[in-house]
């Protein structure tokens, strides 16, 4: 059974820019959340999907984006980069609801804005 | 508020030696409580949960934990460490009745040869 895939695995952007990050989800799983890991924040949570809607998120600025598709997989979108959006960003799949169930994560996206 | 308190950003110790992570919770329900284990580079992979069944959970890679209400707490413990063990721990915190986790700032677990 296949893992959760993240891609790209490392990018390196300029200030501005924007950026879209990938993550497919174990097969079977509807719920894709995403989260911030960084030195000084430690791990953060973004937002949470779940059959294509947004049902958590948590306290980022407007600039983080996220959305699902039909098929499970989602991706994050950040505009306007900043230089401190540089971060591991780790994308976990399944749900948590119940106890009996737990996330399963990628590897990650580390995202370097310069 | 549910919070998740891990005490100990660094935590070293010997190989051989006793390890102990401590992570107290406060909440206001019953939590479901997990410890994940992070290496360099890589995402969180589960260690052990516990959903309520027993208060002492046996995990993966040796690790045990004991969630005990009355000191709101869920220490994650290993009789022997092995350099392998070393990386970062988080405990995480989450309710029924939405999908809401909480994560601890992680304790890092330096093995000493």
């Known amino acids: 059974k296949a893992g959760v895939t993240q891609t790209p695995r490392y990018l390196i952007k300029t200030r501005g820019q924007q950026v879209t990050l990938s993550c497919s989800p174990i097969?079977?799983?509807?719920?894709v959340s995403w989260y911030q890991q960084t030195p000084g924040q430690g791990l953060q949570f973004l937002f949470e999907?779940?059959?294509?809607?947004?049902?958590n998120k948590g306290n980022f600025p407007g600039r983080f984006s996220g959305r699902q598709f039909s098929n499970s997989r989602s991706e994050m979108n950040v505009s306007t980069l900043e230089l401190g959006d540089s971060a591991l960003y780790l994308c976990?799949?399944?749900?948590?609801?119940?106890?009996?169930?737990?996330?399963?994560f990628g590897q990650g996206t580390r995202l370097t804005v310069v | 508020a549910q919070s998740v308190t891990q005490l100990g950003s660094h935590v070293s110790v010997s190989e051989g030696a006793l390890v102990l992570l401590r992570c107290n919770y406060s909440s206001s329900v019953p939590p479901y409580l997990f410890w994940y284990v992070q290496y360099p580079n890589q995402g969180l992979q589960l260690l052990l949960k516990?959903?309520?069944?027993?208060?002492l959970v046996k995990g993966i890679n040796g690790f045990e934990a004991e969630f005990k209400k009355s000191e709101t707490s869920f220490h994650l413990t290993k009789p022997s460490a092995h350099m392998s063990d070393a990386a970062e721990y988080f405990c995480?915190?989450?309710?029924?009745?939405?999908?809401?986790?909480?994560f601890g700032a992680g304790t890092r677990l330096f093995v000493k040869a």
């Open positions: 516990y959903t309520s069944a027993a208060t």
């Open positions: 995480v915190v989450s309710y029924t009745g939405g999908f809401k986790t909480i």
């Open positions: 097969s079977g799983h509807r719920s």
């Open positions: 999907y779940f059959s294509e809607t947004q049902r």
């Open positions: 976990a799949s399944g749900v948590w609801t119940g106890g009996d169930t737990e996330a399963f």
